[in-house]
Each structure stands twice: as structure tokens, then as C-alpha cells.
């Protein structure tokens, strides 16, 4: 091969080795190197996403932070039930339990007239914000041994709610935390840093029965796992579970249309034995709306659950605890 030749291969290897540098240099100036800790690709919206997620409270927020953010308004809807077993007014004294007039604050086991059990007395101390919030989220597990059969509040914000209405009751409500500008960047978990409900979410709202909705209406569209959550507070006084007898009030299981007064190995009053015949939806609906006026003089304290939709989920949940549950209606 003469020089001509291998000039051409020479120059031929060059012009390759050439193109192949400007293309290197090419895809790093087009495809730059990620940061660490960061893909070459990028997902449309996964920026807003993780902002999103940051955004959220964490799980584990002081208990001061619900409390700063507590209705009183909503805490009172929810302590109603306790009125089964409390007096909340002035001067009302013990019921079943202490009377919680002036409760936020007090010491503990220290109600004139109502004579406490040893696990309430070991406790010590006063009922101050934490200690309350303590105790409503279990009470067999901050005094085990103690007679209150609540099994408690599992929701923190809820519990705060019921402490900071708890707190209106007294002559002198205890100050409540403020809310700081760093809680307020931190919502109470479940609150309003979730994104509004998109239109595929709204059907469920939409299924609930109408206000004015008849008792068929509202039991064709009851939650039972609703109405237990609503129902737990009457574990207090009732059995649900079969062959577990009666406590301070009958068993509940198989209630649903069972004859009104015929549970065995439980003294009713006379105030309930005048109702008569069964415990068919309509009388249980009457019942749960308020015990006192459906049966004067009855012993249950229980002053009742105004929401009409929460009174039909806690009869289809009663209705399940049987062995052979009634139809509900279509």
C-alpha cells in the first residue's frame, strides 16, 4: 500500500475518533449529570406530590397543638354520652361516677360524696390537660382495676375537643395552649392539609339519606361499622357479645326484636316494662332518640343520640349482633 493509501486510513481513524468526541461533549451538554440523590428522569407532578406530603402534620404532634385547635362545641356533642354516668352541671353532684363540674384542675379522687376505687387513688396528682387526655384514650390502661368500663376515645383531636368543653365547665376554666405559627403550619392529623375531595369522592356524601329522610330510608343506608364506633360508648353499661350477660344494664346482644323486659337474670323497672311488646326498629329508633321521654322514670341516664342517620347505623350494628339479624329494609 502506497503512502497515499495510508494517508486515507490515517485520516479516516481521525475524522471517527473526532465525531465520536463532539457527540460525548454533545450528550453531556443536552443530558447533564443528576445531583445525587436525584433520576434522570423527571415525572410530571411528582414535584407537586412530594410537596403535598410535606406539607402534612406529623403523627406524632404534641397533645397542645389539638387542644389549641379544640372546639368546645364539638366536645360537648361527644361527652354527651358521658351524662350516662356524670353529672356535668353545677351542683348536680355523683351519679354512677364523679361529678365533673370543675373537673380540669381538680385533684384527683377528690369529688365529695363519691367514694373512689383504689386504682383512681393511686393515680395522684390533679386532672390537668394530660393527665385528662391520658385518661380518656383508656382508662383500664392508666388506673387498671378502675370500674369505669369506658373503653375510650381513640381520636386525639376528638379528646381535646372533649377536654376543652370539659373546661368550660367551671367557675374557672383553665387556659387553653394558643396556637403558634409553627402549629398552624402543621395541621392536626386528618385535617386541612388534605387535598379537597375530587367529584369520584363526593357519591358517599351524596349517598347519605336526606334530613328529613323516614327511619326505612335512613336504615337502607346505615353503616353498621359506623354505629359501633357509635355504640362503643354504651359498653360502659351493656354487653354486646353473646353469653356475656348483663351489667349495670342488660345484654344487648340479639336486642333487635326481642320482647322489651324478658332478659333473663335482669331486674327492669317498672318504667320499662310499661313499653310492652318488641324492640322492632321503630321503638328502638324512639328509644335511642331519648329514653327519659319514651319511658319516664326509666333508670337508664342515657340522654340520648340526636343525629337521626347515627341512630339508624347504631341499630343496623345492634341488628348484626344476633344470630339471626332482621332484614333491613331495601
Not at 27 to 40: A, F, Q, R, Y
Not at 190 to 205: I, V
Amino acid at each position: 500500500m502506497d503512502s497515499f493509501e495510508w494517508n486515507k486510513v490515517a485520516g479516516a481513524v481521525l475524522m471517527t475518533l473526532l465525531i465520536m468526541t463532539v457527540i460525548g461533549h454533545a450528550g453531556d451538554i443536552l443530558v447533564p449529570e443528576p445531583e445525587p440523590g436525584k433520576s434522570h428522569i423527571e415525572i410530571a407532578g411528582a414535584e407537586a406530590a412530594q410537596t403535598t406530603q410535606q406539607a402534612k402534620a406529623p403523627a406524632n404532634q404534641p397533645f397542645s397543638v389539638y387542644l389549641a385547635k379544640a372546639n368546645p362545641q364539638q366536645g360537648a356533642k361527644a361527652a354527651h354520652i358521658c351524662e350516662t354516668c356524670h353529672n356535668l352541671q353545677k351542683g348536680k353532684g355523683p351519679k354512677i361516677g364523679p361529678d365533673l363540674w370543675g373537673v380540669v384542675g381538680r385533684k384527683v379522687a377528690s369529688n365529695d360524696g363519691f367514694q373512689y376505687s383504689d386504682a383512681i387513688k393511686k393515680i395522684g396528682g390533679d386532672w390537668d390537660f394530660d393527665k385528662l387526655n391520658e385518661w380518656l384514650a383508656s382508662p383500664q390502661k392508666m388506673a387498671p382495676g378502675t370500674k369505669m368500663t369506658f373503653a375510650g376515645i381513640p381520636d386525639e383531636q376528638q379528646r381535646a375537643d372533649v377536654i376543652a368543653y370539659l373546661n368550660t365547665q367551671s367557675d374557672k376554666p383553665e387556659p387553653l395552649p394558643k396556637v403558634t405559627s409553627a402549629a398552624s403550619a402543621q395541621p392536626a392529623q386528618g385535617a386541612a392539609a388534605e387535598p379537597s375531595p375530587s367529584k369520584s369522592a363526593q357519591p358517599a356524601q351524596e349517598a347519605k339519606a336526606p334530613a328529613n329522610a323516614g327511619l326505612d330510608q335512613r336504615l337502607a343506608k346505615a353503616n353498621p361499622a359506623e354505629g359501633a364506633k357509635d355504640a362503643r360508648i354504651c359498653e360502659t353499661c351493656h354487653n354486646f357479645e353473646k353469653g356475656k350477660g348483663p351489667k349495670i344494664g342488660p345484654d344487648l346482644w340479639d336486642v333487635v326484636g326481642r320482647k322489651v323486659a324478658s332478659q333473663e337474670k335482669f331486674s327492669y323497672s317498672d318504667a320499662i316494662k310499661k313499653i310492652g311488646g318488641n324492640w322492632d326498629f321503630q321503638k328502638l329508633d324512639e328509644w335511642l332518640t331519648s329514653p327519659q321521654k319514651m319511658a319516664p322514670g326509666t333508670k337508664m341516664t342515657f340522654a340520648g343520640v340526636p343525629d337521626a342517620q347515627k341512630r339508624a347505623d347504631i341499630i343496623a350494628f345492634l341488628n348484626s349482633k344476633s344470630d339471626k339479624p332482621q332484614p333491613l329494609p331495601k
